[in-house]
Structure formats: C-alpha cells, structure tokens
C-alpha cells in the first residue's frame, strides 16, 4: 500500500489541476494521496469528483504558521472544512497573500528585478498566490536557475531581501483549531533546512504537548541524518511519524510517491480524526 500524504495542485501553487494530479496519482501506482493546498479546501471537490477507482484522497490543507518569527507549515488532515473558527483563519490567511505578493515583487523591483505583478498573477493564474509563483517568474527573467534557487537570504527566504510577511497563524492556535474541527495536525518538513530558518526541535516537545498529532520525517528537504534525528525525536514524544512527496507538479522535482506513509500511521491518522473521511475513488469524471 503506497501512501503519499502531502501534495499541491492549481489550488494554491502547483501545476496540476485538482483532478490531473489524482490521476497521477492514480497512474504513479499510490494506493491513497492527501490534497493539502496552501491554507484551502478549493481543490478538494474537483479532485474527489476526478478520482480514479482504486485511489483514496485525504482531504487536507498545510496552514501557514509562524513561531518566535520563524514561519513553519502545519499539515492538517481531515478536518471539517467548514468549521467556522479555522475556516475564519484560513481566510484571514489567504486574503492577506495577494498584497503581500504585490509587496515583494515592489521589493524586488526595488533591488533592479524588472518583475511585474501581471506576471506573478498570470503564473498564480486561479491559486493562492504566494512565492514559488514569484520564484518562478524570477526564473522565467533569468535571475536564478530554479525555483530552489530563488528561496535564499538575496530573495524570497524568510529574512531575505524581498520577503514581506504576512498573515500566519499560531501553531499552538493552528493545532487546536484543527482538533476542533475533528482533524489532525502534523508538523510539514521540520528540518527544511534550505527555504531558511527553521523552529529549534526543543519546540516538538511543546508542540506535541500541545496536542501536535505526527512529524513529517521523510521529505526530500530532510537528508539522511535530519531524518534519523527527527525520528528518534518522534519516537521520544510519541509522535506518528509520516513520509510524502511534497509535490508541486512541475514547479519541483520531487515526485508522486518519493516518499510514503507507513499504512499502520495511515490507518492510525483515520482512526483520529473525526470531521471527514477519506474519499474512495469511484471511476472518477472526465474533468480536467
């Protein structure tokens, strides 16, 4: 049973449609996938109507956070999405993206990038916009090679010199409103070292007393002893440990299934939650 438990589509900032990437999904040879667009449910409907038979989807979200001024990724899993205080901080979240894109492609501009915002926006196209859009328009100028590239301290990384913040959710608020809502919470890609500044892992300890439900250890931005490391930490605090792609379509190089969960974790993270069920795959629409 191949399980991948962290993927975007047009939703927020990858390059398949909701209903392209279960088919990919689907043809990649994984058993079940989670959607978990930045800080939106948007895809959720067109990916479920799409899905092929034999494929399950999770439904989820990766909230924004920030702790003591470091931003950090909250996967939330089969939550309600429709419940009233964490829908409220989605949108606060997603309606603060548009200026605060508009503000770094200002800095940008600021720094000598001939970069426009009809460009960015015409990359976001329908998505939440955020900054691999940006970073994408950078490679499309030439001013760095990748989409990698683009998240360093010259540019888009946290503390860099076109980064604006903007509108992030605590995650000791974010893990309780997603238990609320019946879901649960899993910290995305901890020791990601490369996108910039990192929470300390003294942190996990908090956040698992908090109510934190799992660590995403095997993700392409963890190496070998990052991995090793966070899963003794798990283990030490009783955390589920999971393993997922991250994929972006096209925007990365990661793909569909390069990392799994373990079915037992799966099957633990279903028996958790309580405000929506996975969606077994039907035959699927000819949708795009």
Do not use: N
Request: aromatic share 4%; with cysteine.
């Amino acid at each position: 049973m191949r399980i991948d438990l962290h993927t975007h589509s047009t939703a927020s900032d990858g390059t398949d449609t909701p209903a392209s990437l279960v088919r990919a999904a689907s043809a990649a040879g994984l058993d079940v996938v989670a959607l978990t667009d930045h800080d939106t449910t948007r895809g959720h409907a067109g990916a479920a109507a799409a899905l092929p038979e034999g494929l399950t989807l999770v439904t989820g979200a990766e909230l924004s956070c920030r702790l003591d001024g470091v931003g950090l990724h909250m996967l939330a899993y089969l939550f309600d999405a429709e419940d009233p205080e964490l829908l409220r901080e989605r949108e606060l979240v997603r309606d603060d993206r548009v200026p605060r894109a508009r503000a770094m492609v200002d800095r940008l501009r600021e720094l000598g990038v001939p970069v426009t915002w009809e460009q960015v926006a015409r990359i976001a196209g329908d998505g939440s916009v955020g900054r691999p859009h940006i970073a994408e328009a950078l490679v499309a100028l030439g001013v760095v090679p990748s989409v990698s590239d683009a998240f360093t301290a010259d540019w888009l990384a946290d503390g860099g010199r076109a980064y604006v913040e903007k509108h992030e959710l605590d995650p000791f608020t974010a893990i309780r409103l997603v238990k609320a809502a019946g879901g649960v919470s899993v910290f995305a890609h901890p020791g990601a070292v490369k996108r910039g500044r990192t929470v300390p892992e003294s942190a996990l300890a908090e956040l698992a007393a908090a109510g934190l439900d799992g660590v995403e250890v095997d993700h392409m931005d963890h190496d070998e002893a990052t991995r090793a490391r966070l899963r003794g930490l798990a283990g030490d605090l009783g955390l589920l440990v999971t393993g997922s792609s991250d994929y972006h379509g096209s925007r990365k190089t990661c793909r569909l299934g390069e990392y799994t969960t373990d079915p037992e974790i799966y099957g633990e993270i279903t028996r958790r939650s309580t405000g929506a069920f996975p969606v077994m795959g039907t035959g699927g629409s000819p949708a795009v």
